[in-house]
Nanobody, 124 residues
């Protein structure tokens, strides 16, 4: 059974940092791009960041560019999201996802596997 399990969420003050992890099991995703999405209360899910299978290519939403960094360790079948300079508007449930495409994509419809999400709350 394929699973993506996020961890690392929590409560942090504005300006602080968190590092999310997404551990995959059930199959290797070393040949697949992976991404992070988030959904705030009352809002639609939105793209945050994505990374190619090799880690050489990344995409970021404009709202997080320069503050968030996505990375991966294919040996551990894990993808990370380092979040710095957090703002209250970053508060959301963060989801990890995997796509069969090798290059990163912002389109959620291209992702076949999703985690259950981890809550990130940024207080002002």
């Amino acid at each position: 059974q394929v699973q993506l399990v996020e961890s690392g969420g929590g409560l942090v003050q504005a300006g602080g940092s968190l590092r999310l992890s997404c551990a995959a099991s059930g199959r290797s995703f070393s040949n697949d791009a992976m991404g992070w999405f988030r959904q705030a209360p009352g809002k639609e899910r939105e793209f945050v960041a994505a990374i190619s299978w090799s880690g050489d290519s990344t995409l970021y939403a404009d709202s997080v560019k320069g503050r968030f960094t996505i990375s991966r360790d294919n040996a551990k079948n894990t993808v990370y999201l380092q979040m710095n300079s957090l703002k209250p508007e970053d508060t959301a449930v963060y989801y990890c996802a995997a796509t069969h495409f090798v290059m990163p994509t912002m389109r959620s419809s291209r992702y076949s596997y999703w985690g259950q999400g981890t809550q990130v709350t940024v207080s002002s």
